[in-house]
């Protein structure tokens, strides 16, 4: 059975005190609320994660990283390695979100890199993909995940792909406040789930996990996890505020 999860991307927000708090708050939601069987991934800025992890830890969740190097080791100034993650007790690391393809330029080959060397420290890749709005407007928005999901992941074995959560995150619902509807997104994950199946098989391609991300929040998140393959949310705005990242923990039906 794939897992049910959800997790929070802070992105480069909140001041060390904030940060520290946020996660105390989100501690209490936890407490008071539960999580049922969804898995809580946490994902604050790097320099967070050693506070974050040492709370995480004692209190049933997990902290991923936002990026990390595509270099292993060296002299690669201000790089942060896969290894000095997965040595502070850091689970996951989002890969390939769309604001690290726009801004910093991340191709698919060297998001390739990174998934790889994710897993080779026993981490696991929230790999992210989504079309832009002139993409979906000109209806190439399959090709172009096709692509990235391809370039990316694909050169992975049946055992390997297997660690790999996916999030598709539509660029143009991205901090917008315009989600995909729940048929776009459900189309889109059934899409997703048919090329793995192409590529590896249906055990393979029903074992993992395919989140939503863009605009997700406490209002629309159960309509969109509703959906047989939507299996959570990759959360962005929503994740600053516990009682609403905690209610889309709760938010499966
Ligand atoms: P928003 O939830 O703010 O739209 O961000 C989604 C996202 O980019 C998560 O990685």
């Not at 995940?145 to 049946?158: D, I, N, P």
């Not at 989600?179 to 074992?207: D, P």
């Not at 929040?217 to 990759?234: H, I």
């Amino acid at each position: 059975m794939r897992k049910k999860i959800v997790a929070g991307n802070w992105k480069m927000n909140k001041d060390f005190q904030d940060a520290e708090d946020l996660m105390f708050e989100i501690v209490d939601e936890l407490t008071e609320n539960g999580s049922g069987d969804t898995e809580v991934i946490v994902c604050p800025p790097a320099v967070y994660l050693e506070m974050s992890s040492d709370i995480a830890a004692e209190n049933g969740f997990m902290v991923g990283a936002q990026n990390l190097s595509q270099w292993e080791s060296g002299a690669y100034t201000g790089e942060i390695s896969a290894s000095m993650l997965h040595s502070m007790g850091i689970s996951h690391c989002i890969l390939g979100h769309s604001e690290r393809r726009t801004y910093f330029g991340e191709t698919d080959k060297v998001i390739a890199t990174k998934v790889d060397l994710t897993l080779k420290y026993g981490m696991t890749p929230i790999y992210c993909c989504g079309e832009v709005l002139a993409e979906r407007q000109s209806e190439k928005h399959f090709d172009v995940v096709r692509t990235q999901v391809s370039e990316a992941l694909f050169h992975l074995g049946k055992e390997a792909v297997s660690q790999v959560i996916i999030a598709y995150e539509p660029v143009w619902a991205i901090g917008t406040g315009v989600t995909a509807s729940s048929a776009q997104a459900q189309e889109m994950h059934a899409f997703i789930r048919s090329l793995l199946t192409e590529k590896y098989g249906e055990e393979v391609s029903a074992e993992i996990s395919i989140l939503y991300g863009g605009s997700c929040n406490a209002k629309n998140a159960a309509e969109l996890f509703a959906n047989p393959d939507v299996d959570g949310g990759l959360i962005g705005g929503a994740a600053l505020k516990a009682a609403d990242f905690v209610a889309i923990v709760n938010s499966f039906s």
